[in-house]
């Protein structure tokens, strides 16, 4: 199965993947690819330019790869804010949407705490993009109705 992880900066993305993956499972996030990429000591977000365009494409193509196996294995994929493109490409291939999502409150003092402050324009587009209604909103940490 191909679980698409979407969710503001800091929602908790990462977390809620790591609560559920299994050790055989795929986990194609961007974060962790550049920073398999990069050196020691290198920062666990806010990496460089470079660095961050180097880990796109190797995340295309862990994708690419990734939805080959997904009968066999589950993939969690973080994908911040997918395009209606992406979105239906997702949709094609069977994918499950995950909405993660604390509160904008949350998020922001998050990454306040932890992030650049260039990572507040990005939080304002993401709740700008799902309060337009371009997505379904979804409540803090939530997934799947069961």
Known sequence: MLYV???????????WIEARAKPRDIVIDLDRITRALTGPGAPQWNHDPIASKVALRARYA???EAVKHVDTVD????????SATWL???????AEIITVDPGEQVVRERVRAMRSSAMERVVTRWY????????RPA????SREW
């Open 88 to 94: 239906t490409r997702y949709q094609r291939l069977g």
């Open 62 to 64: 862990a994708i690419d």
């Open 75 to 82: 993939c969690y994929l973080i994908h911040t804010m997918p």
């Open 139 to 142: 409540t803090a940490q939530s």
């Open 128 to 135: 700008r993009h799902y309060q337009g209604g371009r997505a």
């Open 5 to 15: 992880v979407t969710g503001p900066p800091a929602a908790g993305k990462s977390s």
